[in-house]
């Protein structure tokens, strides 16, 4: 493992996600927060869109162009695209804020179950992209230190964090994990689970985009204390034409407790397999959920009844991982020792 000698003060910290990529530079906070998608013409390959622009083109392309995600479960699965999506973003920082250094050293997220080909993915993609140099931190570590849980310390600390395309969970002590697990199931499974939902009761299609508002709107994964609905529009899968129906969050529940099932087993699982040491902390502590996927409803209530200890969501779950790697900037020599590069060659 190399060991960083330096960090420049405007180098950055990335939480290159399967659903959003964010960018905090270092006193400056998160700069960039935007959609991990890009739309490319198949027939050329040229890139039309990146980002917030790409999103909005979901759904509504031409045969021709296609926006799709170059990140799945977390990890690089198309390394061209990741490594021009990476440049499209440090080229927006330079020209929207010239102060920064061109070629920054670069701290960038990955998730904890990842192999050495998928961490030298992304250090690769982020130095063809522009960067100095790149070095890694685990996102349970670097989300903990975003939500300010004394990773350092001898104290355990227990982390939930359900991102878009994987869900960590981990017990730290010494600035380390102790016991984790990462599992490729997470926001997408549930926003899946709404278009399952759509098509098995109602017999009609939707996109993405509004399975995804559906989810935000009326998903729990504890009952709620008043059933809410609302109207969704979507193809007809018998007549191809459309249609119009009510959902309630009741119904929707049902399907989407199979994903929350696994996020609540993994964090049992992980929980018996913590030394009583810092099981004991954890009580007294709590367990804290960060992460896109912690925003569903309830999902805290859940937690909390089947593992009979108190649990929190994070402030700011969408940028708990991004706000840990900046933070690990702006304090180096506190936390240098968490921070990891594939190994050399």
Not at 204 to 219: D, F, H, Q
Request: charged share 25%.
């Amino acid at each position: 493992m190399r060991k960083i000698k330096q960090l420049w003060s405007h180098d950055v910290g990335v939480d290159l996600g399967t659903a959003n990529t964010l960018v905090y530079v270092r006193g400056q906070g998160v700069i960039i927060d935007e959609p991990s998608v890009v739309a490319i013409n198949k027939t050329t390959k040229d890139i039309i869109a990146i980002g917030s622009e790409a999103k909005d083109m979901i759904g509504k392309t031409p045969a021709q162009i296609q926006a799709a995600r170059p990140l799945v479960d977390g990890v690089v699965s198309d390394f061209e695209i990741t490594e021009r999506m990476l440049k499209f973003f440090f080229t927006k920082l330079h020209k929207e804020h010239p102060v920064i250094w061109q070629r920054p050293r670069v701290v960038v997220g990955i998730p904890s179950g990842v192999t050495e080909v998928e961490k030298r993915a992304v250090e690769n993609a982020s130095t063809s992209a522009g960067a100095r140099e790149t070095y890694l931190i685990e996102e349970p570590l670097a989300a903990a230190v975003g939500c300010r849980l004394p990773v350092t310390s001898s104290t355990g600390s227990m982390i939930v964090d359900i991102g878009g395309g994987t869900t960590e969970v981990a017990v730290m002590s010494l600035g380390g994990i102790v016991v984790s697990r990462s599992l490729r199931t997470a926001g997408d499974e549930l926003t899946e689970s709404v278009m399952q939902y759509l098509r098995d009761e109602f017999s009609i299609s939707i996109g993405e985009r509004t399975a995804e508002n559906i989810k935000i709107k009326i998903g729990s994964a504890h009952p709620l204390k008043k059933v809410q609905s609302m109207s969704v529009r979507g193809r007809d899968l018998i007549t191809g034409m459309p249609k119009e129906v009510t959902v309630s969050s009741d119904q929707l529940r049902m399907y989407l407790m199979k994903t929350v099932r696994g996020i609540v087993e993994a964090v049992k699982t992980t929980l018996e397999e913590t030394p009583p040491e810092l099981v004991s902390d954890i009580m007294e502590n709590g367990i804290v959920l960060t992460g896109g996927g912690s925003l569903l409803q309830n999902l805290d209530l859940l937690v909390e009844q089947e593992t009979k200890m108190k649990v929190t969501k994070a402030d700011d779950p969408l940028q708990s991982v991004v706000r840990g790697a900046g933070l690990v900037l702006e304090d180096r020599e506190s936390f240098d020792a968490i921070l990891i590069t594939t190994e050399e060659s």
